[in-house]
């Protein structure tokens, strides 16, 4: 692969969800005498040329090592917790779109207990239209047993890779209105290849003489496909309706948004920010020296390839509000195209986190995949890019903290319920300018999400396009 193609590339910047397709250069190359030397070749020649690190490539790679192992060890540890290589490219394109065989359904993990030896999951929230929904789970609703196998410290892990088939759950329905959990029932559930639609909720809640714009959106991806704007088009509709009802104040809910395309998160940050034009820059790219130096150089290219700039939105929201802030609701799994956001509104707003420290993600990757090679099915997603806002500001590589910490720690409310946890903590400083007491957790010590083992992946991911 040349830098032309290289520089063509990373034409786009997206976060966590892009398709990049890298000719091969070598098509006609004799059958090497080590099976895995033809992968492994074209793995490290385009780690080479986009590698963000690639500074730190050993000199002398062991390519006998099967493809996963040879790309694992070139990773620049322990900086790169993120680049990753899958034996299907169109699993991990698929992944990146939201694109996932699942049941619909997410959840957190928590001990039973403070003896620390059993575990349950309760849902956070159940995708539109998915075989979950259909069977009756719902959020708060709290999993004992996966295939009839209690959850345990030791078994989980194992029993979370069970979900991606069908598979049944035992599970105690949960009561919002009289907080109570019911009687333990068996259920059956399918799975099927699903995609996510990210534009889970929106509603005005009027308090107080405010309006207050609320919005879950769980996940950044313009569309079902790299090359679709439907999920976009859905997000303004959105903002047209919140301009609409001349909202106040707007709470912007990521606490199950773990990344994604950065073309969804410009539009997003495009509704939002204070004043923002087609001419004012939302993030800047830092590529490798190597790279950065071939675009500085190309006249077809230059400075102003490394810069990503707002969009012109007649939805903005930002005239109506009566302070210049928005509220983030935060996990510890909201990331990397989440992250962004935040960092690449602040020149132009304030943003009044409230929740967990987010996860810290500040760079990004690219697909490399060759479309129609039936020697190599791989495709990877190496790191290649570090993120900066308009004021040079990069410092979230172990997350934001948050204005309002509180660690969401049960479901104990439906979604969009004015006494929801964090909602509840957002309204609560829109109208009052503080806080109000945390619930107590309803379970034990938190261990994980389902994201942890279904393959949404944390990323900043570059959208890479041929001309």
């Given amino acids: 692969m040349n830098i032309n193609q290289i520089l063509k590339a990373v034409l786009a910047v997206f976060i966590l969800v892009s398709v990049t397709v890298l000719q091969s250069c070598k098509k006609d190359d004799p059958q090497p005498t080590n099976p895995n030397d033809y992968v492994n070749s074209w793995i490290i020649s385009n780690m080479k040329e986009a590698y963000y690190w690639t500074d730190k490539l050993p000199a002398s790679p062991n390519k006998n090592l ?137 509603k005005v809640i009027s308090v107080n003489n405010r309006k207050i714009g609320y919005y879950v959106y769980t996940l950044f991806a313009t569309g079902p496909s790299s090359t679709s704007s439907q999920y976009n088009d859905e997000m303004d509709a959105v903002f047209d309706r919140f301009k609409s009802a001349g909202i106040t104040d707007l709470v912007i809910d990521l606490r199950f948004n773990s990344g994604g395309a950065e073309a969804a998160t410009v539009n997003l940050a495009s509704l939002i920010g204070k004043s923002v034009d087609n001419t004012k820059v939302f993030a800047k790219r830092e590529y490798n020296a190597n790279l950065k130096q071939q675009i500085l ?75 129609s090679d039936p020697k190599n099915t791989w495709g990877m997603q190496p790191i290649v890019v570090k993120s900066f806002n308009s004021l040079d500001q990069s410092d979230y590589s172990t997350g934001f903290t948050p204005n309002i910490l509180d660690l969401d720690n049960g479901a104990q409310y439906p979604i969009g319920d004015v006494n929801e946890k964090l909602l509840s903590l957002a309204i609560n400083n829109i109208i009052n300018g503080g806080r109000v007491a945390a619930s107590e957790p309803s379970f034990g010590s938190f261990v994980g999400h389902s994201f942890d083992f279904k393959g949404r992946n944390m990323d900043l991911i570059i959208d890479s396009k041929f001309r």
């Fill in 66 to 202: 099967d493809p996963e192992s040879f790309f694992k060890s070139l990773l620049n540890k322990p900086d790169d917790k993120f680049s990753w290589i899958q034996e299907n490219y169109q699993d991990l394109l698929n992944s990146l779109q939201g694109i996932n065989k699942e049941a619909g359904y997410e959840f957190a993990l928590y001990y039973a207990d403070n003896t620390q030896v059993n575990l349950v999951a309760q849902v956070l929230y159940i995708k539109k239209s998915s075989p979950a929904e259909a069977v009756g789970l719902k959020r708060g609703d709290v999993i004992d047993q996966i295939n009839n196998t209690q959850l345990t410290a030791s078994n989980y892990q194992t029993l979370l890779q069970q979900i991606s088939e069908n598979h049944s759950i035992t599970y105690r329905p949960y009561n919002f209105v009289s907080n109570t959990i019911g009687a333990s029932k068996t259920i059956s559930i399918t799975t099927v290849e699903y995609s996510e639609n990210p534009n889970f909720l929106d």
């Fill in 297 to 371: 150089n190309d006249p077809t290219l230059g400075a102003n390839f490394l810069l990503t700039k707002f969009t012109n939105k007649t939805q903005n929201v930002s005239s109506l509000l009566t302070r210049n802030r928005v509220y983030v609701l935060t996990s510890a799994r909201t990331a990397s195209a989440s992250e962004l956001l935040i960092n690449g509104l602040k020149p132009y707003m304030e943003v009044f986190i409230i929740g967990n420290k987010t996860y810290g993600k500040n760079v990004g990757s690219i697909s490399i995949y060759e479309k």
